[in-house]
């Protein structure tokens, strides 16, 4: 029994695929199974159920993978810290977030951090899912992950840097313009919107908060992300509800971008954002510089 067959068993639970570990890494089908039989004769049970469409662990499996991939972030973590000691301020910082986020919530923190810290290397990943950056986090590939925070998740530390609250976003020329807020319970019962990434965590929280009030939301667009949805409402190709995030201008302040305006939703629960991490206390010494370099540019511009 191996370092690698752990690892690649790890994988291959996640993935629910041999063929798909086989891509990642490089190799033959075969020898990802051969990973697997390796640990089977060892432990002399059956580690992995095949399926028509892929494998899943067995009750077996998914006490190995368990500890595992426990053990195997616990190594990494570290081998980085170790890493880290010896190159004194260099190393690495890998975050998951996206374009957008690196754009509207840390772009003064990034520049700040590398004047700083010139010899560290900054990653940004994007993972498509929070549950795909809660992986990450768990199998020591990540750092640090952005996130629109939820419910605890095992393994895993969440912590609020901002709230955001939501606005609607419609033209300049829209009947709801001129409005100083906007009723959610109300108003938005007969509005078509246009629609968040749906499988996001953000669109689920708005969604719960207009469940609150008793609003069922409707939608005839749909995008990738916040920034085409203010673009579409700017374009008067519908309104889009969307939070509050920063770049923006004030809501209900009068001042608008080109033809946009935002206009307040008070009665609906913020979106909280913040920091996913695997443990603070074990984070390397430059990812939490970085984390902590985020949280004061946000917190000193909300003040």
Request: aromatic share 4%; glycine share 8%; net charge neutral.
């Amino acid at each position: 029994m191996t370092l690698d067959d752990l690892r690649v068993f790890v994988a291959v639970c996640r993935a629910g695929s041999l063929s798909s570990v086989a891509r990642e890494l490089g190799c033959t089908q075969s020898a990802v199974s051969q990973h697997v039989k390796r640990l089977e004769r060892e432990t002399g049970v059956t580690l992995l159920e095949r399926q028509p469409r892929g494998v899943v662990p067995t009750r077996a499996g998914r006490v190995l993978e368990t500890a595992a991939a426990e053990g195997i972030s616990g190594l990494d973590l570290a081998i980085r810290q170790l890493r880290d000691l010896v190159d004194g301020e260099s190393g690495f910082v890998r975050v998951a977030t996206g374009a957008t986020s690196v754009r509207h919530f840390m772009s003064e923190a990034v520049v700040a951090y590398r004047r700083r810290h010139p010899k560290v290397n900054l990653e940004f990943r994007t993972v498509s899912s929070g549950r795909g950056s809660f992986d990450a986090l768990a199998d020591g590939t990540l750092d640090l992950a952005w996130i629109t925070l939820g419910p605890p998740v095992r393994g895993i530390e969440q912590r609020p840097v901002v709230e955001l609250p939501w606005v609607l976003a419609v033209r300049a020329d829209d009947p709801l313009a001129g409005r100083p807020y906007v009723d959610a319970g109300a108003d938005l019962r007969d509005v078509r919107l246009i629609r968040l990434p749906p499988n996001s965590a953000s669109a689920a929280h708005l969604d719960a908060a207009c469940a609150e009030l008793g609003v069922r939301l409707a939608h005839d667009t749909s995008v990738a992300d916040w920034d085409t949805a203010l673009l579409l409402a700017e374009l008067g190709v519908g309104r889009a509800v969307v939070p509050a995030f920063p770049g923006l201008p004030a809501p209900g302040s009068g001042e608008a971008e080109g033809d946009l305006r935002l206009i307040p939703l008070p009665a609906l629960r913020p979106l909280p954002v913040g920091w996913a991490v695997r443990r603070w206390d074990a984070l390397s010494p430059p990812a939490r510089a970085f984390a902590d370099l985020v949280e004061s540019h946000r917190r000193g511009a909300q003040g």
